[in-house]
Every structure is written in C-alpha cells, then in structure tokens.
C-alpha cells in the first residue's frame, strides 16, 4: 500500500512569512495525483492545490506553490506571505491514477499544524 | 455551488449502541467515500461506492455497514459502538471514480460514551 510521510508534526511561521511543509511518499506506481489539504479548527477539509505525477511543471495556486520531486518521491507545500487564517492542520495525500487494483481512496500523512504568529 | 452535506453534524451515542451517518453528494457526483479520522489522526480510508455498488473497502470494521442509494446518498451504520469509534467521519463525493479531485463534507462528529 502507499504511504505518506509528513515528518515535521508541527511548525510555525511569522505572518508575512514564508514556510515550507514536508511531504514524501512511497509508491510503485508511475501515475498518480498528490494534494495537499488545509484542515482549519472547523475541522473541515479545503484542497489547497494538487498535483499530477506526469506533469513536470509544479503546480501554483496564488500563494500556494509545490516543489515536486518525483524521482525522490517528495512533495513540499511553500506557503507565501503567510496570514493569519493559514493556520490549520495540513495534510498531504495521495491518490491512485489506476482505479483498478488499489482504488480510488486518498491516503493521508499524519499532519503539520501550522501555527502563524502574528 | 452545492457541497456535501452530511448529517447529523454531531452524535453522541453509548457504548453497544447503533449509529447512522448520512452523506449526500455534489449533486450529479456518483461516487461517495467515508473516511474516519479519529482525534490527532490523519483520515483513514473506510469504503467508497460508485453507482450504488460498493468500489472499494478499506479498513471498516465489520460492525460498521454502508451502502448508496438510488440518490447517490449514502448511509453508514455502526454497530456495537464501542469507544474506540469516536472520531470526526468524513463523507466525500466526487463525479466518477476516475476523477482526481474528492470533494469532503463538513464531517460528522461522533462520540461514544
């Protein structure tokens, strides 16, 4: 099965800031679609950006930005200008792009609470 | 635009009780997936339907029980709740199982005491 690794179990920014969050993953397959989720204290869950295996080009969503490695199975979320509703629970996952043998279900890292301090 | 919605949003419950979430798609969205995270955890993966067919089982207890409907809303059931089983349990929906993106409902809080 896939696993998601997120080492870093908490970190903190200065508001303006930028702060990067840590995201490896081991997979044997070739294609597949990694996201990073953003889970705030109402606990619901936001996609922040994501990201196709077969793309090269790393994906950006305004302050938002992953540095994709592939060959090293690394995905880092750098947040920009950091505010102060960043604050939350970021989750790495991971998702299939065979829907055949190992399902369509994403798999979760445990975690990075980003404190932002204003 | 439409969202999941999940109901009810908070549930407490006794140990060897039973429970009952609902989830409700995006509408025109064919596939539902639970996930239970429980406190300090990452999501876990419990079963998926698409169709109203079950897709895909992940680690549900055998005392939790699904199923989607003609809606495309989906139920679970849980049995002989134990404590154990307190946690947040996500719905998602996305339109299709080959799409990437999974579209997660507010959650149901669930406390077993």
């Known amino acids: 099965a896939q696993t998601v690794t997120q ?24 294609d597949y679609y990694l996201f990073w989720y953003k889970q705030p204290p109402s606990r619901q869950m936001i996609l922040v950006i994501r990201q196709e295996a077969y793309k090269q080009q790393n994906a950006t969503e305004n302050r938002f930005s992953v540095n994709f490695q592939k060959a090293a199975k690394s995905f880092s979320l750098k947040i920009s200008d950091s505010q102060l509703g960043d604050a939350a629970m970021y989750f790495c996952a991971y998702r299939s792009m065979a829907s055949s043998d190992t399902g369509n279900q994403f798999y979760f890292g445990t975690g990075t609470s980003l404190t932002v301090i204003p | 635009a439409a969202g999941v919605i999940q109901s009810p949003r908070h549930l407490i419950k006794e140990k060897r009780e039973t429970a009952t979430l609902k989830c409700y798609p995006i509408p025109r969205h064919d596939t539902v997936y639970w996930y239970q995270q429980g406190p300090g955890q990452d999501p876990q993966f ?68």
């Open chain 1, 7 to 30: 080492s870093q179990p908490e970190m903190s920014v200065q508001e303006a800031e930028t702060v990067t969050l840590s995201c490896t993953y081991d997979t044997s397959e070739s």
């Open chain 2, 46 to 113: 419990l079963i998926s339907f698409y169709e109203k067919m079950q897709s895909d089982k992940g680690s549900i207890p055998d005392r939790f029980s699904a199923q989607q409907f003609s809606d495309y809303h989906s139920e679970l059931n849980m049995s002989s709740l134990e404590l154990g089983d307190s946690a947040l349990y996500f719905c998602a929906s996305s339109p299709g199982t080959d799409t990437y993106e999974q579209y997660f409902g507010p959650g149901t809080r669930l406390t077993v005491t």
